[in-house]
T-cell receptor, first 114, second 115 residues
Framework: AQSVTQLDSQVPVFEEAPVELRCNYS??????LFWYVQYPNQGLQLLLK??????LVKGINGFEAEFNKSQTSFHLRKPSVHISDTAEYFC????????????FGTGTKLQVIP | NAGVTQTPKFQVLKTGQSMTLQCAQD?????MSWYRQDPGMGLRLIHY???????DQGEVPNGYNVSRSTTEDFPLRLLSAAPSQTSVYFC??????????????FGAGSRLTVL
């Protein structure tokens, strides 16, 4: 079975500073990887996804993530954060074959400080 | 397109009562699932379905029932509510197969409180 670890439960960062949210996964087979964002009191929306091809994927709102198979990581980065990026970010994984259970990490709350 | 619609948005139950959370999607997605979100625990999969008539358990299925009689609808039933089921519930759907698979579209959530 696949699993996801998000080690940082909260990340405070000053506005216009860079940020990296860490995600590590575990799976014995090939995977798809995702980052979702949840703004306060809202549902989740897809930020970006890795399905195949280039290991550097770009998403909405200036975010990007890099799939590193050897490190089993899929860290999320943004070079300059804005107040509006304050939200909770979830990393998720699913295997590429069989039933499509999508497993989520415990989330990282990004707090952007003005 | 409405996407994924969940009802109700808020519900308060007493211990032992039953209720159904409704989920409907209009995207012809084969795959539908229910998650619960609790502070510090992320989203945990309750039940999922890969098509009409096919359902399976996720990580935390106890206390919940599901059925899938149509492609569009995937209701979640609580037969005898317990305070431990106080949570925010999300329904999500996606295509099955191909590179669009597993990209989940979420509903807005249903906040359930069990007293």
């Amino acid at each position: 079975a696949q699993s996801v670890t998000q080690l940082d439960s909260q990340v405070p960062v000053f506005e216009e500073a860079p940020v990296e949210l860490r995600c590590n996964y575990s799976s014995s087979v090939s995977v798809y990887l995702f980052w979702y964002v949840q703004y306060p009191n809202q549902g989740l929306q897809l930020l970006l996804k890795y399905l195949s091809g280039s290991t550097l994927v770009k998403g909405i709102n200036g975010f990007e993530a890099e799939f590193n198979k050897s490190q089993t990581s899929f860290h999320l980065r943004k070079p300059s954060v804005h107040i509006s990026d304050t939200a909770e970010y979830f990393c998720a994984v699913s295997v590429t074959r069989g039933y499509q259970k999508v497993t989520f990490g415990t989330g990282t709350k990004l707090q952007v400080i003005p | 397109n409405a996407g994924v619609t969940q009802t109700p948005k808020f519900q308060v139950l007493k211990t032992g009562q039953s209720m159904t959370l409704q989920c409907a999607q209009d995207m012809n997605h084969e795959y539908m699932s229910w998650y619960r979100q609790d502070p510090g625990m992320g989203l945990r999969l309750i039940h999922y379905s890969v098509g009409a008539g096919i359902t399976d358990q996720g990580e935390v299925p106890n206390g919940y029932n599901v059925s899938r009689s149509t492609t569009e609808d995937f209701p979640l039933r609580l037969l005898s509510a317990a305070p431990s089921q106080t949570s925010v519930y999300f329904c999500a759907s996606s295509y099955s197969g191909g590179l669009g698979a597993n990209v989940l579209t979420f509903g807005a959530g249903s906040r359930l409180t069990v007293l």
